[in-house]
T-cell receptor, first 116, second 115 residues
């Protein structure tokens, strides 16, 4: 059974800091890994998708890496801002029969607070 | 990506009643899913909404409790039946747009509180 763990559970940093959020998964047979952001009481916003054949993806101040062999992914946020405050969720997906099964296994999330 | 609209965004319900949540997508999508997020927890997949046939439920979820419809490629409903306080959660609709990347997009969620 796939299990996804995120460390730390919560993180509080001053504005401007670079930070790293960690995600680990137990079964390396994943199709891809997706990072999401969730604001309180809201839905999920997709930040980055890394397919299993890729090692990293970048979008603006965000960079996500994937090491399938070790079962790890990191989300790097450069020059953090108060607007980055949210819960960050890591999720992995399994494919079945050549089509997406759509069953994301989520970590518990990292609650990020960036204070001015 | 896809624009996903859910209704209602939130509701307060009485024990024993049922509520239907609607999910509308702005384009045809191959796959639609329903997730639940209980307070303080991460997301759990309830079921895959299959167009024109019965939904596929995950372990621990049954059709009598969570009936799902998907009449076409842009719309689905999830009903939470005979609600109890334990059903208080955020229910989220998710779609895969069919580009074969496996990337999922989520709606804003429907926050249900059962008294």
């Amino acid at each position: 059974k796939q299990e996804v763990t995120q460390i730390p559970a919560a993180l509080s940093v001053p504005e401007g800091e670079n930070l790293v959020l960690n995600c680990s998964f137990t079964d390396s047979a994943i199709y891809n890994l997706q990072w999401f952001r969730q604001d309180p009481g809201k839905g999920l916003t997709s930040l980055l998708l890394i397919q299993s054949s890729q090692r990293e993806q970048t979008s603006g101040r965000l960079n996500a890496s994937l090491d399938k062999s070790s079962g790890r992914s990191t989300l790097y946020i450069a020059a953090s801002q108060p607007g980055d405050s949210a819960t960050y969720l890591c999720a992995v997906i399994v494919m079945a029969g050549g089509t997406s099964y759509g069953k994301l296994t989520f970590g518990q999330g990292t609650i990020l607070t960036v204070h001015p | 990506s896809a624009v996903i609209s859910q209704k209602p965004s939130r509701d307060i319900c009485q024990r024993g009643t049922s509520l239907t949540i609607q999910c509308q997508v702005d384009s045809q999508v191959t796959m639609m899913f329903w997730y639940r997020q209980q307070p303080g927890q991460s997301l759990t997949l309830i079921a895959t909404a299959n167009q024109g046939s019965e939904a596929t439920y995950e372990s621990g979820f049954v059709i009598d409790k969570f009936p799902i419809s998907r009449p076409n490629l842009t719309f689905s409903t999830l009903t939470v039946s005979n609600m109890s306080p334990e059903d208080s959660s955020i229910y989220l609709c998710s779609v895969e747009t069919g580009l074969n990347t496996g990337e999922l997009f989520f709606g804003e969620g429907s926050r249900l509180t059962v008294l």
